[in-house]
């Protein structure tokens, strides 16, 4: 899902903490929008319109620019 780079809300471009999703996609009735805690009700009002809105957690820890490895004595 999310490789390593940040994910921004799709009102204010904070950081996302939520994918809220509803309907099936490919269907014609599908809506989704990420979103931050701020936004997070407003987005699943929004997405309730093409049907039950479901809420996918987005990753807590913050993004990285490279990863460090692992070091060992």
């Known amino acids: ?18 994918l809220i999703e509803a309907g099936h996609p490919g269907t014609g009735r599908y809506r989704a929008e990420t979103a931050c805690a701020r936004h997070e009700p407003t987005a699943r009002r929004w997405a309730s319109h093409a049907g039950s809105p479901r809420t996918t957690p987005i990753g807590g820890a913050p993004a990285v620019l490279f990863e460090l490895p692992e070091v060992t004595r």
């Open 1 to 18: 899902m999310n490789t390593g780079r940040p994910t921004y809300c799709a009102r204010c471009h904070r950081w996302a903490t939520a």
